[in-house]
């Protein structure tokens, strides 16, 4: 068993695992991210007691750490070197975490008094929005090869 696991993370890893493998990572990936932006916002608001929207703020941030950490390490393996340098990844990067957190602001701060719901509900239905445009914009124009 414990073989097995290890073979299977090895392949999982492997640059040679395709557009498969970087779908599976990305996935574990965006899993993890997704749990410490839920977790680390929802803390902030409900257990620190800050306003939703500031809450989402050090959420944001803590996660976008995490999320670019584990994007450049992890998910977007190749064989090559990166096309861009560190600098250029992390410049276009946070372009696309701007816009991200852009988006989950105006509509956590617009969209729950329109519909009557609560903030929690619209803040996670449009962060799993985000994500599948996130896939295309960091596999074709952050972390793609030389």
């Known amino acids: 068993m414990f073989r097995r696991a ?8 492997s640059p040679d695992s395709g557009l498969l493998g970087q779908g599976l990572r990305f996935a574990i990936a965006g899993g ?3 749990c410490v ?3 680390a916002t929802l803390g902030f608001s409900h257990v620190a007691g ?4 500031a809450a989402l703020a050090l959420g944001f941030a ?3 750490s995490t999320h670019f950490a584990l994007q450049r390490m992890f998910v977007w393996i190749h064989h090559e070197e990166f096309a861009l340098p560190v600098e250029r990844q992390v410049g276009r990067y946070l372009i696309v975490a701007g816009v991200q957190y852009g988006l989950t602001a105006l509509v956590t ?3 729950p008094d329109a519909l009557g719901v609560p903030t929690d509900v619209v803040y996670l239905a ?7 445009g996130n896939f295309v914009i ?3 124009r952050v972390f793609h090869a030389a």
């Not at 800050?50 to 929207?53: G, I």
């Not at 449009?126 to 599948?132: L, M, P």
């Open 126 to 132: 449009t962060a799993v929005c985000i994500t599948a």
């Open 138 to 140: 960091l596999r074709t």
């Open 50 to 53: 800050l306003p939703f929207q």
């Open 37 to 39: 932006y839920v977790v």
């Open 62 to 64: 803590v996660a976008v």
């Open 32 to 34: 993890i991210v997704w």
């Open 109 to 111: 701060s617009t969209v």
């Open 6 to 13: 290890v073979l299977l993370t090895r392949r999982l890893r």
